[in-house]
Nanobody, 125 residues
Framework: VVEPVQSGGGSVPAGGLMTLSCSIS????????VAWFRRTSSGAHEGVGG????????YTADSVQGRFSITQDGAKKTAYLHMNLLQPEDTAMYYC??????????????????WGQGTQVTVAS
């Protein structure tokens, strides 16, 4: 299985925190980052952020700036999405993906390769 395996998720009260994990067995040759995405129940799809696996540099979307952060373990086999001060609008299915990412002039773009199975995060108001 080459797809990442996600863990974490569930329900949390507003203002709470949660960490999602993304365990990676394989990167494609072009991949240079692990990116996180989310899809709301209305179908809206948003890039949340990502981490460049070699440098450890990260980026996050404006909507989660200052609340969410991304880390990885030393072996670059697990990436983490740390979410703080969660709000009801953060309710979504969250996905990680090994990706080819670029960050130019403050604009990040991620081209996913292998997707995790997704995990639901529900923030109660």
């Amino acid at each position: 299985v080459v797809e990442p395996v996600q863990s974490g998720g569930g329900s949390v009260p507003a203002g709470g925190l949660m960490t999602l994990s993304c365990s990676i067995s394989e990167y494609a040759a072009r991949d240079n980052c692990v990116a996180w995405f989310r899809r709301t129940s209305s179908g809206a799809h948003e890039g949340v952020g990502g981490i460049f696996t070699e440098s450890g540099d990260t980026y996050t979307a404006d909507s989660v700036q200052g609340r969410f952060s991304i880390t990885q373990d030393g072996a670059k086999k697990t990436a983490y999405l740390h979410m703080n001060l969660l709000q009801p609008e953060d309710t979504a299915m969250y996905y990680c993906a090994t990706s080819y990412c670029t960050l130019e002039d403050g604009v990040a773009r991620a081209s996913p390769t292998y997707w995790g199975q997704g995990t639901q995060v529900t923030v109660a108001s």
